[in-house]
């Protein structure tokens, strides 16, 4: 009977334990996510944006680095942030189109997560994130478009409403715009088949590629930031579709080693591929002009299968998790170009 007893003491007592273990590192797991910097929100515009880069550079010191590479059209700045100080070079571009803006709150998101696993030694799934920091240089430019995005999420402002009223077909409802402050498609802006896209008439919410080809402040800081960096691996975040474009002609080694990329990105977040016949024979995008001209892979990651006026907090969770393993998975990537 003592036995009994005893041997029930113990269990009550470990199963005591287990749980005090449990809630501490339940509570420590909750003292962590109240400590980062880029949280969940659904307005995540250019201003909090700024924030969140000045408090990560408060934090994590000479492992983040950000310049700016021009200004929009209204003057902001148009940042490249960097992590890492490897040979290896790879360019992430988000809210290209104004109404996507919550690739910038993803691309912000990620870059917290590798720069506190780098510090702390920890791994993103397989990937050791230190490792990568050492091996390649990463260039983040989260938002390329912070005109536009203003605009959709705070809106008209002091601005001239009449004319932006005229691009935006008389609608009031501003959630919709994905181009520039200027009514310019930034991702028809690039000499890929520039001449050749359809593209609007006259400056417009959507569609309008511009009077030629890297015409736009923004765009022309892009491109120029690809051609003094030669990155080796690009990839451009968009919404929606979760689907993911990787050809625009390649041929031979080259279109079986992009293939290949792109399957294992398929992998990783569970996105579907667009397949060589539904990619636009001619397009001035910027995956279509970095692998045209510089013969290297580049890819426009669509995020999410709702429209943008439907995404919800819980959603950009899920894009974090989807995708977070695909940068450094680039990054090793990156060692087999040139």
Not at 32 to 59: N, S
Not at 103 to 125: C, D, F, H, I, P
Not at 144 to 165: E, F, I, Q, Y
Not at 180 to 208: C, H, M
């Amino acid at each position: 009977m003592q036995k009994i007893f005893l041997l029930i003491l113990i269990i009550s007592i470990a199963i005591s334990g287990a749980g005090c273990d449990s809630s501490y590192a339940t509570k420590k797991r909750i003292t962590k996510e109240q400590d980062r910097i880029v949280t969940g929100k659904l307005k995540y515009d250019y201003d909090v944006m700024e924030k969140d880069l000045r408090a990560l550079r408060r934090k994590y010191g000479e492992a983040i680095s950000y310049t700016s590479i021009g200004k929009s059209v209204e003057g902001r700045e148009l940042y490249a942030v960097k992590i890492g100080k490897g040979d290896q070079k790879l360019l992430v571009v988000g809210s290209v189109h104004a109404r996507e803006w919550m690739t910038s709150y993803l691309l912000m998101n990620l870059l917290e997560l590798y720069l506190e696993a780098g510090q702390e030694g920890k791994r993103v799934g397989a990937y050791n994130i230190r490792k990568m920091l050492q091996d390649a240089t990463i260039t983040f430019v989260p938002m390329l478009n912070p005109d536009g995005v203003d605009l959709v999420l705070n809106g008209v402002g002091d601005r001239d409403k009449a004319s932006l009223m005229h691009m935006n077909e008389n609608i009031e409802d501003f959630s919709r715009w994905k181009a520039n402050i200027a009514g310019v498609d930034l991702n028809r802006q690039f000499n890929a088949d520039w001449a050749d896209t359809v593209s609007k008439e006259a400056p417009s919410f959507e569609n309008y590629k511009g009077e030629s080809y890297l015409d736009q402040p923004e765009s022309q800081a892009l491109a120029a930031l690809a051609e003094q960096e030669d990155f080796d691996i690009t990839a451009a975040y968009h919404l929606s579709g979760s689907v993911i474009f990787w050809y625009y002609h390649q041929e031979g080694a080259n279109y079986r080693r992009d293939l290949r990329i792109a399957r294992r990105i398929r992998w990783i977040t569970g996105y579907k591929l667009v397949k060589e016949k539904d990619s636009d024979e001619v397009a001035a995008g910027f995956k279509d002009w970095f692998v045209k001209v510089y013969k290297r892979p580049g890819y426009t990651i669509e995020i999410g299968d709702k429209r943008y006026d439907e995404i919800v907090v819980e959603d950009i969770s899920r894009f974090v998790r989807e995708n977070r393993k695909v940068i450094p998975y680039l990054a090793k990537e990156a060692k087999k170009i040139k």
